[in-house]
């Protein structure tokens, strides 16, 4: 274990700024914290309880790129699209989050490896940060996700005062300490816990049995509150659902794809018309599936991290901890 | 994947000459979808045409592009050979190279690249047309005229005599209009109802024409050709067929001090009242709103007992006539303002102060003073009169812009009247301008100045007010000196303005017809469409379009039956398929029309509707708007309005016009090459 | 208490002192306070507005300007042509932004034009005549003439509370006071104000043809809401007189000294002896009890 | 009566089978009611701003057929709106202002709501008016540098169109592929033309309740386009959005003498 | 180095404006030949749109044109036009679009001459603020990026 003081941290992260590595770290705008690539150490605000968006698009853009095409008269030309190789730190990564990014490299690249986010996550290094403030919203010590974990991250930091403990979790991890050798001492291993956050229990994850409760009445109830947007989607650092689109002329056109959301109205709709979740509860009700009954049962994964942006953003009041501390008593 | 001809015309020299055809050709054909491009140099020639309709069969092209003249010269005849050799006629573009590039070009490449990309956008819009065919409706061939005053009388009889059917209908007991209320017509002083009694028992003999009065419009559906029509029969109270129009019940009738609406209120009317003696027809009518029987619970019933037939039927009711016909005539007339619109004349309260329509009852021989000019306040021959022209007409303050057009010639020929029948009297007419353009109408005023000595001051009236038992005329003579002039005045005529009907706004939206800030109908076109309206199949006549005189009036009754006529020759009506329409989608959406209709708030032509969409059960699903085919003109307003885009127009549909806007870009490197 | 913004303008100050001091002993009853606009400047009623139509507006926008910045909403402006002014100014103004910011440059304030002036007509049927009924306490029951000259409710585009022809607000008042309004021609002829000063003769032409017609009908007395109007018809009687070949003595008094009379307040606060043409004829006949009444409450 | 106790009444009655109002639950949150038994978690506070009205627009809300609900006055605007516009024409709603705990508005019908906005009318938001004014005072270039980076933030969620009242298209014209009028990406250009696109929907129909600002998540001023556009079409055309029953629609009519100064 | 010629959209009705453009040709009057006109029934089927796919797709300036008020074909249609551009103006202008770019006007079928000398104009103004690139750029913000903001 080592530690590191603040202000080496500080011409750490010049150093690497220097460097040439692209540094996303934690930026206040307009009272809002939001991930953000940074020039400099002082537009870093670790001094956060949680980002209006996750980290997610490090690997997964809202709009990527994945290939361009030309007609030459009654020829197609494809171009391949490079994904920039250049190094990628994320810094003051919370547990929540770095959890995420963990699930989501596994949705991604478990079975049929996705190269653009592949590429991606092979040359990002996340630097975890011990969450040192939470709110009433948050709630990942329900999904027993602790707020000082290192899963996920290359090198987990935690605020001690006038020094950061640290832990290196891989190879990545070991590199940024060898780099920087003379800065790191060695340190005790200390109890995390009295650094971090304690978000309270909201309910008992044990508890909440979806499988018999596909017909329940409660999926509309609790979804009269939703009117339908993509906020909770888009806004959630494991949301990985996406849509193909190809925007052309007569002359060329390029692949993309874009974040979509399960909320939408439109995510299902078949070209017949039909719709099998024509109503705003068979949504919602496949939303709370797949984060905890399907991704459990394809990946062994919860796919919720207990982060609450998706109820910080709800222009409708939705509370999906609320919603499953109902759910855990029926 | 399309194929598509290009067809490049050197129209001679005309495009040739500045134009490299040849290589807009070549680089035509190296477009995608772009199967067969030629150039040729007069493509609306004979081999032209051929040359266009043997490639579409051998090539088997579904869109061609003929760059040539301006589509509104040759778009016709190109998609008459497109249709003869197989190819629907809305497959066929034009590229404009003529008007829009050749001609106001110099011969430069860039010209050429200018011609090239016409072609391609057209090209890029052929892909997206699709086969249209032309909307046929059949045609009802009854006319209806509403309003029976000269206008609609003329169009009526025109309309017959052609050997159509016609319904005329009339607001009031009987036809006749205005026109039966003047005493003399200018500029020739003969006899108004002389002229105007032959053609009204015309009317009413013709086998061709049915004439129903005391009724009003109740509602009109369906479009040009298909129109159907709700007809109120006001009850008259007597059984026309049973009734002789002896006149018993009238000279009976207890109720006798109704202001007369015949005689402009200077007279008197029973209750039970034919309108006038020569009505037409003429069979009295209970008005219901004066009747003791009717007012006082069945009281009285003089009329029932004196009636030597049985007529009398107090208890008949309303009825709502139903009609099909194919083609309306509104002929509904005007009105005009009364002397209350004025305060500064008096605003109704002396009774001197009368305006132009009681003074022609006054001076008709039919009149209550059978023609003797007597002032209405004690009935002493006024010694000296005064006449306001354009007593709000043509004054913006009083919110009447426009000029009544009527007001300056009949004011002369009042005058006249007024001096034929007292010689002794002294005329004056304020007036601001003489408008007096028509045939003999020049003449005719110069003859009541000249000949007539009556005195015109040009200048307005500024005050009226009484004093002594004389109207005090304050106004202002500005071609003399400016000075202010007071005339002590026995009796005031106003020349009001002419007026829109009062309910002339309700039954324009019943007909669905435009009007405009004054409540008069909308013609279709001010210059080219003077006689139609927007609204497919339905015509103006008279003055319900605009301030008129008789002779205008008549015309534009005979073109508006001539309108008529021309429409009800054909069986079918074909019109072009550039009309809009509601998409349909799969259910459960059916449309993406989400029944908002404020498209139908944008329509000039007011051609959508309703369109209710059902399950099997009869249960409504949604409503959504519907293009009434009929009426749709192809202007596109609502497509640009629809916010779901749900709405497209045949022939400039969104994908088509998307496709040559899109077309037109991308490409600038390309040119370094060209 | 109701507070409203007051622009007086020369006259309420001056020759038409008496139409202040009615109007202030009216307000006081019905708890109205009329507040001063700081620092009012001439509303310009010259021939001004022919010559310079931008400077024209400037003139009354600076009071507009200041009773914007006192807060005002409304100003009551009782003096018909001072109104006039005001009113075509605030209307130019409020309909174009850029002659707006032109005339805030030149008068160097800062102007919206939330204050809009209001005729005394309008002021009396707001706030006045509401209650009026009940606090009359003697009605004039005799027949008047109501006389409003060319300004009060012109422009026709900009005036809306009356008909600018034959206007009849101010009847309705004189009814509720008890009195007769008659029926006459001359309620906006001209009284020759325009030319009080170039051509005095003509002023008691026209004057005079009004104050005969008046007579004439019956009327004992005129009831005005200008002062223009009033001193014309007032102040000229010699030239009148002349013009007419015989002597009128009809007095002509403000709408507020009307008011005030039936009310029961004291002539002397209405400043009924402030006329040339004496009003203790027209006071004696209709209510001679008042008078009475009134030296009683001096007592 | 308090407005509780009314509602109570209407719920038990079954005169509505749904009460959609506020609670407090940490913030302030959408409450709906099916039974009379919870009716005390209501409230009703100056911090109740959400319109709840786009609600009524959703078929599952729609399908309990009568409805009461609470409104601010924008929400009582948008309810005129949307009547206007031929809504809700299988559904009995019953809209309450609430005033105070004891003084409230019931409305029986969109006739009472009309009159009532126009004794009642108030201006916007005066904060909005003044970043307009703020807006209005840059330069070109300035405008297209504060617009460009705010919708480069854009995330394209469409909150702002599920939280408006006035979006209620079966299938929103965004979703339109053929042919692809707005790109659905949320790049800078897709994200700039969905708001120039939404905007205009809503020139003539914002009733300024700034629920596409209140929902979105990354804090974009949607609502100064909508207003502004709807401020100066007041100027222009005289015509306030949700003010009267009748259909009365700027972008549907016109005067012969509408000010252009740009069209030569 | 070649001279930048600009690439201007017009898009006008079928009645009047079009039938100018066609009158101008049959005049022989000369203008400048960067315009590619696109010919609509009725300025009021003009959809606000198409002026952001001309730009997006690279034109560097758009004109608008129609019959004068009423003159319009359909009586009303350009009378709608215009509210729509009012509106559609105070939008652009308040989100600081180049208002240098996009050209209003009425043409009738009889001012062949308004219609050259407007090209002339329009052709040459936009000559000297060059390429349009603002707008098609923005297609570059966003894509495959980690953002400004994430």
């Not at chain 1, 011409?11 to 809002?32: D, E, F, H």
């Not at chain 2, 303005?497 to 013609?523: G, L, P, R, T």
């Not at chain 2, 009929?630 to 549909?653: N, W």
């Given at each position: 274990?080592?530690?590191?003081k ?5 011409k ?6 220097q460097?040439?590595s692209?540094?996303i ?8 914290h ?8 002082d ?5 956060y ?22 007609n ?10 490079e994904?920039?190789?250049n ?21 991604f690249?478990?079975e ?6 592949q590429?991606?996550?092979?040359n990002?290094t996340i630097v ?7 709110d009433?919203?948050c ?8 707020p000082?974990d ?25 590199e ?12 005790q291993?200390i109890?995390?816990k ?5 978000p309270p ?8 049995r979806l499988?018999d409760?596909?017909?329940s009445?409660?999926?509309l ?8 947007c ?9 949301c990985?659902c ?33 719709n ?5 509860s ?9 984060k905890?009954?399907?991704?459990v049962?394809n990946?062994?994964?919860?796919s919720?991290v ?25 | 994947?399309?194929?598509i ?14 134009v ?6 070549e ?9 067969h491009?030629?150039?040729y ?12 309709k043997d ?13 040539a ?10 998609r ?8 629907n006629?809305?497959?066929c573009?034009?590229?404009n ?9 110099l ?9 090239f990309e ?13 086969p ?16 029976g005053?000269?206008?609609?009388i003329?169009?009526?009889?025109d ?5 159509h059917?016609v ?26 109802q ?5 053609r009204?028992?015309?009317v009413?003999q ?20 298909n129109f ?10 007597v059984?026309e067929?049973i009734c002789?129009?002896?006149?018993d019940c009238?000279t ?11 005689n402009?209120?200077?007279g008197?009317r ?12 003429n ?6 709103a ?6 006082k ?8 007992k004196?009636?030597p ?16 016909v194919?083609?309306?005539v509104?002929?509904?007339g005007?009105?005009?303002k009364?002397?209350d ?12 102060v ?10 008709s021989?039919?009149?209550?003073t ?8 004690d009935?002493?021959?006024?010694e ?7 007593a709000?007409s043509?004054d913006?303050?009083?919110g ?23 010689h002794?009297?002294k ?6 301008d ?16 000249e ?10 009236v ?7 038992g004389?109207?005090?005329v304050k ?11 007071e005339?002590?005045a026995?009796?005031v ?10 309910d002339s706004?309700q ?6 017809i ?9 013609e279709?076109h ?5 006689v ?11 003055a ?19 309108k008529?006529?021309?429409l ?6 074909t ?11 799969a ?7 989400v ?9 000039p032509?007011?051609?959508i ?8 059960d ?11 085919p ?6 596109g ?17 969104h ?13 600038r490197?390309e040119?370094?090459?060209? | 208490?109701?507070?409203v ?7 309420l ?14 307000c006081?009853e ?5 507040v ?5 400047n001439?509303?310009?009623?010259t021939?001004?507005?022919s ?17 914007e910045?006192q807060?005002?909403t ?7 042509a001072?109104?006039s ?10 309909q ?14 800062p ?14 049927s707001?706030?006045?005549l509401p209650?009026?009924k009940?606090?009359?306490k ?8 109501c ?9 026709p ?9 034959d ?6 008042f ?14 906006t ?22 104050l005969?017609d ?5 009327a004992e007395?005129v009831?005005?809401?200008c002062p ?21 003595d009809?007095p ?13 307040i004291?002539p002397?606060?209405l ?7 004496s ?7 209709f209510?001679?009890?008042q008078?009475?009444?009134s ?5 | ?18 009460f959609i ?7 302030i ?16 506070n ?8 786009p609600y009524?627009n959703k078929?599952?809300?729609?399908s309990?057929?009568?409805?009461g ?11 005129l ?13 019953i ?11 019931e409305?029986?019908s969109y006739?009472e ?20 004014d ?10 297209w ?5 705010e ?8 909150a ?28 800078s ?7 120039v696109?939404?905007?205009m ?9 700034n629920e ?5 998540p ?6 100064l386009?909508t207003?502004?556009i709807n ?10 959005p949700?003010?009267?029953?009748k ?17 030569r | ?22 009158l101008?040709g049959?005049?022989?009057?000369k203008?400048?030949p960067?315009v ?6 009725c ?15 690279g034109?560097d300036g ?5 019959c ?11 009378f709608?036009?215009?509210r729509?551009?009012?509106v559609?103006?105070s939008?652009i ?22 219609f ?6 329009v052709?040459?103004s ?25």
């Amino acid at each position: 274990m080592k530690k590191i003081k603040k202000s080496n941290f500080e011409k750490m992260v010049n150093s690497l700024l220097q460097s040439g590595s692209t540094i996303i770290a934690p930026v206040l705008k307009k009272g809002k914290h939001y991930f953000s690539r940074i020039e400099s150490f002082d537009k870093i605000s670790l001094d956060y309880c949680q980002t209006v968006l996750s980290p997610k698009a490090v690997y997964f853009p809202s709009t990527d790129s994945l290939m361009r095409y030309e007609n030459e008269h009654n020829n197609v030309k494809i171009i391949e699209v490079e994904v920039p190789k250049n190094p990628v730190i994320v810094l003051g990564v919370k547990p929540c989050d770095a959890y995420a990014l963990s699930y989501l490299s596994e949705f991604f690249l478990k079975e049929n490896s996705d190269t653009y986010i592949q590429v991606r996550k092979e040359n990002t290094t996340i630097v975890g940060f011990t969450c040192t403030h939470s709110d009433d919203k948050c709630f990942c010590t329900s999904l027993n996700i602790n707020p000082f974990d290192t899963k996920g991250t290359d090198i987990h930091f935690t605020d001690i005062g006038e020094e950061y403990y640290v832990e290196s979790i891989t190879e990545k991890g070991n590199e940024i300490i060898k780099n920087f050798n003379t800065m790191f001492e060695d340190s005790q291993t200390i109890d995390k816990k009295e650094y971090s956050s304690n978000p309270p229990i909201k309910f008992d994850l044990e508890k909440i049995r979806l499988t018999d409760k596909f017909e329940s009445s409660v999926w509309l109830d609790q979804s009269l509150l939703c009117l339908g947007c993509g906020a909770c989607a888009y806004s959630c650092p494991t949301c990985s659902c996406f849509d193909i689109q190809d925007e052309s002329n007569p002359y060329s056109g390029e692949r993309l794809r874009c974040w979509d959301s399960c909320g939408f109205g439109l995510f299902t709709l078949h070209a017949s018309g039909h719709n099998p979740r024509h109503d705003q509860s068979n949504r919602w009700r496949n939303r709370v599936f797949h984060k905890f009954e399907y991704s459990v049962k394809n990946l062994g994964i919860i796919s919720c991290v207990g982060c609450g942006r998706c109820i910080r953003v709800c222009p409708g009041g939705m509370n999906i901890s609320e919603h499953l501390a109902e759910l855990a008593t029926i | 994947m399309s194929r598509i001809g290009v067809f490049v015309c050197h129209c001679g020299e005309n495009i040739g000459a500045t134009v490299d055809c040849k290589k807009v050709a070549e680089l035509s054909a190296g477009l995608h979808g772009v199967v067969h491009s030629v150039d040729y140099k007069y493509m609306c020639s004979d081999p032209g045409q051929t040359m266009i309709k043997d490639a579409i069969k051998e090539k088997k092209l579904d869109g061609i592009v003929v760059a040539a003249c301006s589509p509104r010269m040759h778009e016709p005849t190109f998609r008459k050979a497109a249709q003869e050799s197989g190819l629907n006629a809305f497959l066929c573009e034009m590229a404009n190279l003529r008007e829009h590039c050749s001609w106001v070009h110099l011969k430069d490449d860039s010209t050429t690249e200018k011609a090239f990309e016409l072609i391609h956008m057209l090209v890029e819009k052929v892909k997206k047309n699709k086969p249209l065919f032309p909307i046929k409706v059949p045609v009802t061939k009854t006319a209806l005229v509403l309003g029976g005053g000269i206008a609609g009388i003329q169009s009526a009889l025109d309309i017959a005599n052609s050997g159509h059917q016609v319904i005329l209908v009339e607001k009031d007991p009987s036809i006749g209009g205005h026109m039966a209320q003047l005493s003399e017509t200018f500029p020739t002083l003969d006899c108004s109802q002389c002229i105007l009694t032959p053609r009204m028992v015309e009317v009413a003999q013709h086998p061709n024409i049915k004439l129903i009065t005391y009724a009003e419009l109740e509602a009109v559906e369906g479009f040009v050709g298909n129109f159907k029509v709700k007809i109120r029969q006001k009850a008259k109270s007597v059984d026309e067929k049973i009734c002789n129009g002896c006149g018993d019940c009238t000279t009976k009738c207890p109720i006798k001090k109704i202001p007369d609406e015949f005689n402009a209120g200077m007279g008197y009317r029973a209750a039970i009242y034919v309108p006038f003696p020569q009505a037409v027809p003429n069979k009295p009518v209970i008005d219901r709103a004066h009747c003791t029987w009717y007012l006082k619970g069945g009281k009285c019933g003089l009329c029932e007992k004196v009636c030597p037939t049985g007529a009398i039927n107090y208890q008949q009711e309303d009825e709502i006539l139903t009609f099909e016909v194919g083609a309306i005539v509104a002929a509904t007339g005007f009105d005009i303002k009364g002397t209350d619109f004025f305060p500064e004349y008096g605003y109704g309260k002396y009774k001197n102060v009368i305006n132009g329509l009681q003074f022609e009852r006054l001076a008709s021989a039919s009149g209550p003073t059978l023609g003797e000019m007597k002032r209405p306040s004690d009935g002493k021959t006024p010694e000296t009169i005064v006449f306001i022209a354009c007593a709000g007409s043509r004054d913006s303050a009083k919110g009447i812009d426009y000029c009544s057009k009527i007001c300056c010639m009949y004011t002369a020929k009042h005058a006249m009247l007024y001096k034929h029948k007292v010689h002794s009297g002294k005329a004056y007419v304020f007036y601001m301008d003489i408008r007096a353009g028509g045939k003999n109408y020049e003449e005719f005023v110069r003859r009541a100045i000249e000949e007539d000595d009556v005195s015109y001051v040009r200048g307005r009236v500024s005050k009226i007010y009484e004093r002594n038992g004389k109207l005090i005329v304050k106004g202002v003579d500005t071609l003399l000196n400016s000075m202010p002039m007071e005339i002590e005045a026995d009796m005031v005529v106003l020349a009001t303005a002419v007026v829109a009907n009062h309910d002339s706004e309700q039954i324009a939206q019943k007909m669905h017809i435009s009007y405009d800030a004054y409540h008069f109908f909308a013609e279709a076109h001010p210059k080219l469409k003077p006689v139609e309206t927007n609204t497919a199949g339905i015509m103006l006549a008279g003055a319900c379009q605009a301030p008129k005189d008789i002779p205008e009036s008549v015309s534009q009754g005979s073109g508006a039956a001539s309108k008529v006529s021309c429409l009800f020759s054909q069986d079918v009506l074909t019109r072009e398929p550039l009309i809009a329409e509601v998409n349909r989608s799969a259910p459960p959406l059916y449309s993406t029309c989400v029944g908002c209709f404020l498209c139908q708030s944008v329509c000039p032509y007011m051609a959508i509707e309703t369109e209710e969409i059902r399950m099997r059960d009869g249960s409504l699903i949604k409503e959504v708007a519907r293009i009434n085919p009929g009426l749709c003109q192809g202007c596109g307003t609502c497509v640009a309005l629809c916010r779901s885009k749900s709405i497209d127009i045949h022939g400039y549909t969104h994908q088509q016009i998307f496709s040559e806007v899109v077309a037109l870009f991308n490409r600038r490197e390309e040119y370094e090459t060209v | 208490m109701i507070k409203v913004g007051y622009f007086p303008g020369c006259s309420l100050h001056g020759t038409a002192i008496e139409y202040e001091e009615s109007l202030r002993s009216v307000c006081a009853e019905f708890d109205i306070e009329l507040v001063e606009i700081n620092d009012w400047n001439c509303c310009g009623a010259t021939a001004a507005h022919s010559l310079n139509h931008l400077l024209s507006i400037a003139l009354p926008a600076r009071s507009l300007a200041l009773a914007e910045s006192q807060e005002f909403t409304e100003i009551l402006v009782p003096c018909a042509a001072c109104y006039s002014r005001l009113l075509s100014a605030w209307a130019d103004i409020t309909q174009d932004s850029k002659i707006r910011s032109k005339v805030s440059d030149i008068i160097e304030l800062p102007l919206l034009g939330t204050a809009k002036p209001i005729s005394i007509l309008e002021f009396i049927s707001r706030y006045i005549l509401p209650e009026l009924k009940e606090k009359i306490k003697y009605p004039i029951s005799q027949k008047v003439a109501c006389y409003y000259g060319c300004l009060l409710v012109r422009p026709p585009n900009l005036v809306h509370y009356d008909r600018y022809e034959d206007p009849l607000i101010m009847e309705e008042f004189v009814k509720v006071l008890g009195g007769k309004p008659i029926e006459w021609g001359f309620k906006t002829e001209c009284c020759g104000a325009g030319l009080s000063v170039t051509r005095t003769d003509l002023v008691g032409k026209l004057s005079g043809k009004i104050l005969e017609d008046a007579v004439l009908r019956g009327a004992e007395a005129v009831i005005v809401a200008c002062p223009m109007c009033q001193s014309n018809l007032d102040m000229r009687r010699k030239s009148i007189n002349n013009y007419l070949g015989e002597k009128v003595d009809i007095p002509v008094m403000y709408i507020t000294q009307a008011i005030g009379l039936a009310m029961g307040i004291e002539p002397r606060k209405l400043g009924t002896k402030k006329h040339f043409v004496s009003m203790d004829k027209f006071i004696g006949n209709f209510r001679l009890g008042q008078v009475e009444h009134s030296k009683a409450g001096e007592v | 009566m308090t407005v509780l106790a009314r509602v109570s009444e209407l719920l038990d009655s079954q005169q509505i089978n749904l009460f959609i109002g506020y609670t407090q639950k940490g913030s302030i949150c959408p409450l709906f009611l099916k039974e009379s038994d919870q009716v005390d978690k209501l409230i009703f506070n100056e911090d109740c701003l959400q319109n709840l009205v786009p609600y009524l627009n959703k078929h599952e809300v729609q399908s309990f057929g009568k409805i009461g609900i609470f409104c601010t006055f924008s929400a009582l605007r948008s309810l005129l709106q949307l009547k206007s516009e031929k809504r809700f024409s299988n559904l009995s709603i019953i809209p309450f202002l609430v005033i105070s705990d004891d003084e409230f508005v019931e409305f029986g019908s969109y006739e009472e709501i009309e009159s009532y906005i126009e004794k009642n009318f108030k201006k916007g938001d005066d904060n909005v008016q003044e970043m307009i004014d703020k807006i209005n005072l840059m330069s070109t270039e300035e405008k297209w540098e504060f617009w460009t980076n705010e919708l480069t933030g854009c995330i394209k969620c469409y909150a702002c169109r599920s939280a408006c009242p006035m979006c209620y298209c079966d299938k929103c014209s965004v979703e339109i592929n053929n042919p692809q009028w707005v790109p659905t990406a949320s790049h800078s250009q897709g994200n700039l033309e969905w708001h120039v696109m939404r905007a205009m929907h809503l020139a003539g129909r914002c009733v300024n309740c700034n629920e596409c600002f209140r929902a979105c998540p990354m804090d974009i001023p949607l609502n100064l386009l909508t207003s502004k556009i709807n401020a100066d079409m007041e100027v222009a055309f005289g015509q306030i959005p949700g003010t009267k029953l009748k259909l009365d629609y700027a972008m549907s009519c016109y005067k012969f003498d509408d000010k252009d100064n740009f069209i030569r | 180095m070649k001279q930048f010629e600009p690439k201007i959209i017009a898009f006008v009705c079928n009645w009047c404006t079009y039938a100018g453009a066609d009158l101008a040709g049959t005049s022989r009057l000369k203008y400048a030949p960067n315009v590619r006109i696109v010919r609509f029934p009725c300025t009021g089927r003009i959809d606000y749109q198409l002026i952001l796919k001309a730009f997006e797709n690279g034109a560097d300036g758009i004109i608008v044109s129609g019959c004068h008020p009423n003159d319009c074909h359909y009586t009303s249609g350009n009378f709608y036009a215009r509210r729509r551009w009012i509106v559609f103006k105070s939008l652009i202008d308040f989100m600081g679009f180049d208002n240098r770019r996009m050209y209003f006007s009425w043409i009738s079928a009889a001012e062949g001459a308004k219609f050259a000398s407007f090209i002339n104009e329009v052709t040459d103004s936009i000559r000297k603020l060059g390429p349009y690139t603002d707008y098609s750029n923005l297609r570059k913000i966003g894509v495959g990026s980690i953002g400004e903001e994430l």
